[in-house]
């Protein structure tokens, strides 16, 4: 009896000092907010709640592809993620009990989830008209790219805490995200500030030194316009900075959403859209739905008119729109609520046959990557909006030509056509046979795991490659060329 009393004296004191130290362990990680449960239910359920980034995100994680298993698949892919210093965290105040929550058009809230943005809520009660599906959709800003890359990089199967053994480097640094701080009435200099004293560390850097930058990658989720401003006397604001012009990132191999295929410095890559699956099995249940949706409309637009008719094309699709109702589907965008509203811009894409992708402040549109989704065959109007000469990496053996004289996956008409009166775009597209736009759309719906980018915060259940393994098959090739001492180019 006694040693049994004794044996629950040590067993207690024991309790005591464990206790005694896993007690401070747990506050120390709550202070730096660090989640303990970081995949919890609930986070793997639909919320509205947004969830916050980890205050380590620019810190390099643990190498994940050296094991013995690994070694072979990543011979020539591995990669070296640059720890970045604080003051180059954009998002380093995105912390739990942050007031940056409580606006919901912050930057905190915009990029929650690991950048996918807050989950759309599940449908009320039974409702069959609904299109989209109650898993694997977000509210996910357009140029919230690179904040989803920076996220797939960390899960990346390849990366390396060597930087020896690194094939190439990628540079976690959110070049758009900071170019929103600024409006186009901010003078240039304070504009081109941060972003030169981040290439100026950058290339201080030991690595650096070793090819001049050229094994170095990075995504600027923005267009290339918008980085490629030239500063002069006569137009000292403006919109954007001079990032791309700097000799920096002339070396560097760098991503955007939209490339200047006429002067390419940098290759596209495509805008995220609103859907981020977690398995192959989502994806196929979305491309059943998209492929078996009954379409009333011919055509649909989702658009606003431009001040003072600076969009002449613009305004002629909406025209037409607007005097034939019963071909056309449009979501006015003037109010910008509408066109944002994922299960809205679904709803008419997913209803229409032909999707009308006229040119913006640029060339590419969201739209056009949202119409691939929705299984809505794309209506080019301008050749630097065509995914044959943005996308040329996404595109699936390049096999948008035409054959017989019509696009596989898509309809282009002349801008200058169209505006000119020589052609009817309601005329034009009821040419296609039932059979033809049938044929159109499934290039299409087999080309959308290549247009999505799946939930980076869990791993993918199945085999598919979306448009971040795209990309990085490439950028490890092209990485692979330039150490074996060739000279590369965009063209």
């Known amino acids: 009896m006694e040693a049994h009393s004794g044996l629950n004296k040590y067993l207690l004191c024991g309790l005591l000092v464990a206790g005694s130290w896993l007690l401070p362990c747990l506050l120390h990680l709550q202070f730096f907010h660090i989640p303990l449960f970081p995949y919890s239910y609930l986070s793997s359920h639909r919320r509205a709640g947004p969830a916050t980034l980890p205050v380590n995100l620019f810190s390099a994680p643990p190498a994940v592809g050296d094991d013995d298993t690994a070694k072979s698949s990543c011979e020539g892919r591995r990669v070296y993620m640059l720890d970045l210093p604080s003051r180059f965290n954009l998002l380093r105040d995105c912390v739990d009990g942050s007031p940056a929550f409580e606006d919901e058009t912050s930057a905190c809230v915009l990029m929650s989830n690991a950048g996918l943005g807050p989950v759309l809520a599940p449908a009320a009660g039974n409702d069959s008209d609904r299109v989209i599906p109650d898993n694997g959709w977000f509210n996910t800003d357009h140029h919230a790219l690179e904040v989803i890359f920076h996220h797939r990089m960390r899960r990346y199967e390849c990366l390396t805490d060597d930087p020896a053994a690194a094939t190439a480097v990628y540079v976690p640094y959110y070049a758009g995200l900071e170019l929103n701080h600024y409006s186009c009435d901010t003078n240039a200099s304070v504009r081109d500030a941060p972003s030169a004293e981040f290439l100026r560390w950058l290339s201080s850097r030991p690595r650096w030194a070793a090819l001049g930058g050229r094994d170095h990658f990075m995504l600027a989720s923005k267009t290339t316009w918008m980085f490629r401003r ?41 805008y995220p859209t609103n859907f981020h699956p977690s398995s192959a099995a989502e994806v196929a249940t979305w491309q059943a ?39 056309c589907g449009m979501l006015d965008c003037r109010h910008g609520h509408v066109c944002r509203s994922a299960e809205k811009l679904m709803s008419l894409f997913a209803s229409s046959r032909f999707c009308l992708q006229p040119r913006g402040d640029s060339f590419m549109r969201r739209s056009s990557i949202d119409a691939v989704v929705a299984g809505c065959i794309p209506v080019f109007f301008h050749e630097g909006s065509t995914f044959e000469k943005q996308y040329r990496w996404h595109e699936p053996d390049n096999n948008g030509g035409d054959v017989d004289g019509r696009r596989r996956y898509s309809v282009f008409i002349d801008a200058d056509d169209l505006v000119g009166g020589k052609v009817d775009i309601e005329e034009v597209l009821s040419r296609y046979s039932d059979e033809e736009v049938a044929a159109m759309r499934e290039e299409l719906i087999k080309m959308i795991p290549r247009f999505v980018y799946k939930d980076p915060r869990v791993r993918f259940d199945g085999d598919m490659k979306d448009g971040f393994d795209i990309a990085m098959d490439e950028v490890m090739a092209r990485t692979r060329r330039i150490r074996n001492g060739e000279i590369l180019g965009w063209e």
């Open 289 to 327: 739905r998209a492929r078996g949706t009954r379409r009333p409309w011919l055509f649909a637009f989702a658009g606003a008119r431009r001040p003072n008719g600076t969009l002449v094309l613009r305004d002629r699709l909406i025209d037409k729109c607007v005097s034939s109702p019963t071909r």
């Open 230 to 270: 030239v500063p002069s006397n006569d137009d000292p604001k403006g919109c954007g900075n001079g990032f791309l012009e700097r000799a920096e990132c002339l070396n560097m191999t760098v991503l955007t959403i939209e490339s200047n295929i006429w002067s390419r410095r940098d290759m596209a890559v495509p």
